[in-house]
């Protein structure tokens, strides 16, 4: 299939634009995909921000599997799996915020100063980053949405105690590795304007039918075959089917892709935990 690759030249504009925001952080909260922490993982962005603390949000963890609890072991460090749409996780959030700047508040006070720490928030596209900022704010404070790529300035967000900056979802400048590309494109971090769905959703077919074969015999009757045959057994469980008897594959290719995105086919994590382990080790 074509190889993936999407950095817009906004991308490269927003790049810059949170380096020179890097000096007013005190540390960075960096957003996740809990479906596929390592595809969502731009080590780019990590490596830009230094030695300051990171706090590892691993969002829409109500569409991923236990591996993404796993996933805490890991990485290490101050690592919370949230639903951001869910106000409960605030407080995960919150703590995790605290204890990463307890020391520094401590020293702070004890010499009668107290300090609004200032937090960058990051991700690549459409990983929930404004959902987990108006989350903490406690109201609708930036524009969010279901399509790669919709914050695009800089805003400050004011919250007691902190100061967070909302930023640009930014991809890597090239994907090394398309297999986790591919899992960017199934979740719906690249546009899916610049995609071929067809081989998209044949793709993910095949990637879950490796991982999760039982999700598919229940939800299409899938039992094995290639990938094309799997789809033909979409079409048939699902009833798409054009005049004449012809398969309706593209009904069926978006909606395999849609059943993934809204959690359809049950939790799903694509990355395994040493997988991710591996990944950390070598970007972080």
Known sequence: MKRIQWFPGHMTK????????????DGVIYVLDARCPAASFNYKL????????????????????ERAVNLMRAIGGNAVIIN????????????????????????NLSKGY???????????????????INLLAGSKRTVTGDKAGVTRGKQWIRLDGFELLDTPGTM???????????????V???NDD???L?????ELLGELYEKYPKRLEERYGITGGSKLEMLDCVCARRGFVLRGGEYDYERAIRAVIDDFRKGRLGRITLDSPEDIAQYFNKNG
């Open 114 to 132: 107290n300090k609004t720490f200032r937090f960058m928030v990051v991700g690549v596209p459409n990983t929930g980053k404004s959902t987990v």
């Open 188 to 190: 719906g971090s690249i």
């Open 198 to 202: 067809d081989d998209i959703a044949l």
């Open 14 to 25: 927003a790049m810059r634009m949170m380096q020179e925001s890097v000096p007013l952080a």
């Open 84 to 107: 951001a749409v869910n106000s409960n996780s605030r407080r995960d959030i919150m703590a995790a915020i605290e204890k990463s700047v307890a020391e520094k508040r401590e020293k």
């Open 194 to 196: 610049i995609l071929d």
């Open 46 to 65: 990590l490596k830009m921000t230094g030695n300051k603390p990171v706090i590892y949000v691993l969002n829409k963890g109500d569409l991923a599997d």
């Open 172 to 186: 890597p400048p090239s994907f090394e590795n398309q297999s986790l590309a591919l899992r960017l494109a199934y």
